[in-house]
């Protein structure tokens, strides 16, 4: 089952895996607690905008 939504905080009680897309790019593809984990997160929307944060200053970096 695919489930698509902006509202990451449904997505933790629902999904096991979860695909992290930012300006059209797959950023992340992993299970919810290893991204928790990974990102030092207490929720998986921190984890969400700490994982897209981290994309775009490496995407700052590349286009500098």
């Given amino acids: ?3 698509s939504t902006h509202i990451v905080s449904d997505l933790d ?3 096991r895996q979860v695909i992290l897309m930012n300006h059209g790019r797959i950023v992340r593809f ?3 607690k ?3 984990a990974e990102e030092k997160a ?3 929307t921190q984890a969400f ?3 897209i944060e981290k994309d775009d200053q490496k995407r ?3 286009h500098s």
């Fill in 30 to 32: 992993c299970e919810v």
């Fill in 1 to 3: 089952t695919v489930l």
């Fill in 13 to 15: 009680s629902v999904c």
């Fill in 34 to 36: 290893t991204l928790l």
């Fill in 42 to 44: 207490d929720s998986l």
């Fill in 60 to 62: 700052s970096r590349q």
């Fill in 49 to 51: 905008l700490s994982a």
